[in-house]
């Protein structure tokens, strides 16, 4: 029992210390720990990229989260293990949301095409706290369209690669790069109130 | 040549998302140095960054029922008691298409069964010579019981003969 018990433990080590691939290969064998393990994983990053692409809706980030699990295992034979797994992943989620926002301008007739305006003068001053720099930030987010909101927060949220990121958004690597630069200096137009303009600021010395 | 301030800004945004040659790098690091304008800059790009790699946690009960959600959903997905194509997987390691390989073992199985039907008799039991004894047997003279001659007498329909009318007739036939 003993014996049986540690080499259970062994195993549960093993694949907790397996990379996302590995856990895929298992979980194609009808291994569910290893889902679990990936679940525990991917869950968090997952809702907080679903948050910020749904506007902080905590309910439907939640019910996303869930389907996005459900399609990835429903697809889990055609993902091929010689490819990584958090492209593959991402790019479920970011078509589930694409998906999302169809049938939400199907509703509510909204348009998730970029405003090109700034934040009122009003959002501005509401969020000029410091303290406040997030909300004006997913603010700023919200006005961006799907494809450069899901773009920057794989970047800047999910640390992807631009390679990664042109998989996932299945476009031109030079066409990311480009866009990317767009959005950071449509973001930086936005919450240009935030800039610490009155103090001394330190470099990044990491960069 | 000097770069100005704009082009060390146009660095500072490529910087966010690719990684700078040594050379520019190095010159950004110095300028930033020097310059507030820039560093300025620069700040709000890292107050960014910052502000979305921020975790936001799932609330736990919610996590945990999509956990067992997912989990059940796999369950009733694998069946391993009565799924075989879940066997097949387990036995060779790799998916298994189930349609094309019951296709493929019947269709073994039916060229099998065609090739062993026309396969010749091997049967050292019953050769050749059993046909040619067969054949000779043919011509040697028959015993007719009267049973025989009975049916024959019978199966001749309406033709009332005796039994030595039959015996000519059969022997004149055989001739």
Same mark, same amino acid.
């Given at each position: ?10 195993? @549960? ?125 997913? @603010? ?9 909101? @899901? ?45 610490? @303009? ?10 | 040549?000097?770069?100005?301030? *704009?082009?060390?800004? /146009? ?52 996590? *945990? ?82 049973? /025989? ?10 033709? *009332? ?15």
């Amino acid at each position: 029992m003993q014996i049986s018990r540690a080499w259970l433990d062994r195993i @549960s080590a093993a694949k907790k210390r397996a990379n996302d691939e590995q856990l895929m290969r298992q979980i194609k064998r009808g291994d569910r720990q290893a889902l679990g393990i990936l679940y525990e994983r991917y869950n968090q990053r997952l809702y907080r990229y679903l948050m910020r692409m749904m506007g902080g809706n905590t309910e439907q980030a939640a019910d996303l989260v869930q389907d996005i699990f459900i399609t990835v295992l429903d697809n889990a034979q055609q993902f091929h293990e010689d490819r990584l797994f958090a492209p593959w992943f991402f790019r479920i989620a970011h078509n589930r949301c694409k998906n999302e926002y169809r049938f939400m301008n199907y509703r509510n007739h909204a348009t998730t095409n970029d405003y090109h305006l700034s934040l009122s003068e009003e959002t501005i001053l509401n969020h000029i706290e410091e303290s406040d720099f997030r909300k004006a930030l997913e @603010s700023a987010l919200m006005h961006l369209s799907l494809e450069k909101r @899901s773009m920057f927060l794989l970047r800047f949220e999910e640390h992807l690669t631009l390679k990664d990121i042109a998989k996932i958004l299945n476009l031109p690597m030079g066409t990311v790069k480009s866009r990317l630069h767009y959005t950071l200096k449509q973001l930086r137009k936005q919450l240009q109130a935030f800039n610490p @303009s009155n103090k001394e600021v330190n470099y990044d010395k990491n960069m | 040549m000097t770069k100005t301030c *704009n082009s060390f800004k /146009d660095l500072i945004d490529r910087s966010q998302y690719e990684h700078l040659i040594a050379e520019d790098a190095s010159a950004l690091k110095e300028h930033l140095n020097v310059c507030r304008e820039c560093r300025k800059y620069q700040a709000l790009y890292t107050q960014i960054t910052k502000a979305v790699d921020t975790p936001m946690a799932m609330d736990h009960t919610v996590r *945990n029922r999509i956990k067992h959600f997912i989990l059940d959903h796999y369950r009733q997905q694998n069946k391993p008691t009565d799924n075989l194509r879940h066997k097949l997987l387990m036995l060779f390691g790799r998916p298994i298409p189930l349609y094309q390989s019951i296709l493929l073992v019947l269709s073994i199985l039916i060229i099998f069964i065609y090739v062993s039907r026309k396969k010749p008799n091997n049967d050292h039991a019953m050769p050749q010579r059993a046909e040619y004894y067969h054949t000779q047997s043919l011509n040697l003279p028959r015993v007719l019981t009267n049973g /025989d001659i009975k049916l024959m007498q019978h199966q001749m329909n309406g033709i *009332n003969m005796t039994a030595d009318t039959m015996f000519s007739v059969i022997a004149i036939t055989d001739m």
